[in-house]
């Protein structure tokens, strides 16, 4: 699977952005999704997991009410939009897939590149 990032870039804290995540190579709708992202001098940590089948959503207690994961299988796609964003939101985002638990235990089989979210305060 390859994983491709897009939407990152600088905004005011308060506000809104939307990262997306293309996939390709096998078969998009038989894996988990994810995000993660890690902040200068820091480790890569969760944010958000969506199941395959789209029936289940996880969050990191950081972000849950304020982001919200969704995927498009038709598009090979998977979403997170970022509401009410904080400057310690910033930090490289990260896609990631897997068929298993692996993921959210942030040891996925495959990740994509990351894509720098700037919150200004």
């Known amino acids: 699977v390859q994983l491709q990032a897009f939407g990152g870039g600088l905004v005011q804290a308060g506000g809104s952005l939307s990262l997306s995540c293309a996939a390709s190579?096998?078969?998009?709708?038989?894996?988990?999704m994810g995000w993660f992202r890690q902040a200068p001098g820091k480790e890569r940590e969760f944010v958000a997991a969506?199941?395959?089948?789209?029936?289940?959503?996880y969050y990191a207690d950081s972000v849950k009410g304020r982001f919200t994961i969704s995927r498009d299988d038709a598009k090979n796609t998977v979403y997170l939009q970022m509401t009410s964003l904080r400057p310690e939101d910033t930090a490289v985002y990260y896609c990631?897939?897997?068929?298993?638990?692996?993921?959210?235990?942030?040891?996925?089989?495959?990740w994509g590149q990351g894509t720098q979210v700037t919150v200004s305060s």
């Open positions: 990631a897939a897997d068929q298993s638990g692996r993921l959210r235990l942030g040891v996925p089989a495959y």
């Open positions: 190579g096998r078969t998009f709708s038989r894996y988990h």
């Open positions: 969506i199941s395959w089948s789209g029936g289940r959503t």
